[in-house]
Antibody, heavy 125, light 108 residues
Framework: QVQLQQWGAGLLKPSETLSLTCAVY????????WSWIRQPPGKGLEWIGE???????NYNPSLKSRVTISVDTSKNQFSLKLSSVTAADTAVYYC???????????????????WGQGTTVTVSS | SYELTQPPSVSVSPGQTARITCSGD??????AYWYQQKPGQAPVLVIY???ERPSGIPERFSGSSSGTTVTLTISGVQAEDEADYYC???????????FGGGTKLTVL
């Protein structure tokens, strides 16, 4: 049973850099895309970006200038950094696994089937 | 930027059928995914690739697609189905994922 365990600083001041890490336990790290999603208080889900085991990334265009997602395959972990945070970045941040298959270089996505527990990040002066 | 549009709320009585729609221009070309989220919990995948149901998801959950609209149908709604539901899909480039604004399902 694959589990995602995430952690990171929960309280930041404006202009600081948000840093979160997600560890994958009980399953393979390669062959999937690993995503970050956030949810502001009382609002909907927002996709932040994703990375695979090779380090290939895709980012939400609206956040791309401030986001870096990296991977450490030796530890089966991936991380999120979001720079120059403001109050608008206050949210619950989730990590999640994209279940997919690659057949003849084509990607077949089966959904985000495993999620972390969520980390509440508050930006306040 | 690309958007997926969902109704903010849907209400049904127990045992009835709930239908939640999601509209987006790229949906004819991109698959949709549906997630259920209960208060204080992480989302759970209930439908993938428009109409496929993951193992462990009750048969009363189904999905369909027609043109620029996809629909999540919950047949014989139960009290435990009360939750927020989000659709997700990719933009036309296929490299950026988008969530709909979410629909709150109320079981009367």
């Amino acid at each position: 049973q694959v589990q995602l365990q995430q952690w990171g600083a929960g309280l930041l001041k404006p202009s600081e850099t948000l840093s979160l890490t997600c560890a994958v336990y009980g399953g393979s790290f390669s062959g999937y895309y690993w995503s970050w999603i956030r949810q502001p208080p009382g609002k909907g889900l927002e996709w932040i970006g994703e990375i695979n085991h090779s380090g290939s990334t895709n980012y939400n265009p609206s956040l791309k200038s401030r986001v870096t997602i990296s991977v450490d395959t030796s530890k089966n972990q991936f991380s999120l950094k979001l720079s120059s945070v403001t109050a608008a970045d206050t949210a619950v941040y989730y990590c999640a696994r994209w279940f997919l298959e690659i057949v003849d270089s084509l990607y077949y996505y089966y959904g985000m089937d495993v999620w972390g527990q969520g980390t509440t990040v508050t930006v306040s002066s | 930027s690309y958007e997926l549009t969902q109704p903010p709320s849907v209400s049904v009585s127990p045992g009835q059928t709930a239908r939640i729609t999601c509209s987006g221009d790229a949906l004819p070309k991109q698959y949709a995914y549906w997630y259920q989220q209960k208060p204080g919990q992480a989302p759970v995948l209930v439908i993938y690739k428009d109409s496929e149901r993951p193992s462990g998801i009750p048969e009363r959950f189904s999905g369909s697609s027609s043109g620029t609209t996809v629909t999540l149908t919950i047949s014989g709604v139960q009290a435990e189905d009360e939750a927020d539901y989000y659709c997700q899909s990719a933009d036309s480039s296929g490299t950026s994922w988008v969530f709909g604004g979410g629909t709150k399902l109320t079981v009367l």
